[in-house]
């Protein structure tokens, strides 16, 4: 049986792992080819909010329209690393 403990860890993970995901896909695709890391975190924050709005396909442009990029692979991952750290966290205090 699983206990409520364990389930407040997955829900947590799975309410963040959608911002989280978006500033991960933010970060890595970011559209200026110059690597200029304030424009990189600036798409990262703005992407941490379109994802999850746009249901883990957030726009190329700012206009809202065209081609959609696919953040839920970025999302699987924030989730699964999300989960992992606060496992940890609390297998850690339990000892």
């Not at 993970?13 to 559209?31: C, E, K, Q, R």
């Not at 703005?46 to 692979?73: E, I, K, R, Y």
Request: charged residues 10%; positive net charge.
């Amino acid at each position: 049986m699983i206990s409520a403990g364990n389930w407040k860890r997955v829900a947590v993970s799975l309410i963040a792992a959608g911002p989280v995901g978006g500033f991960l896909f933010g970060t890595l695709n970011a559209g200026d080819p110059d690597p200029n890391p304030i424009g990189r975190v600036v798409y990262a924050f703005m992407m941490a909010v379109q994802t999850p709005l746009h249901g883990g396909f957030p726009p190329h442009d700012l206009a809202g329209t065209g081609q959609s990029a696919n953040a839920w692979p970025h999302i699987a991952v924030s989730f699964f690393l999300l989960l992992g750290g606060l496992s940890y966290r609390r297998w850690k205090l339990a000892r």
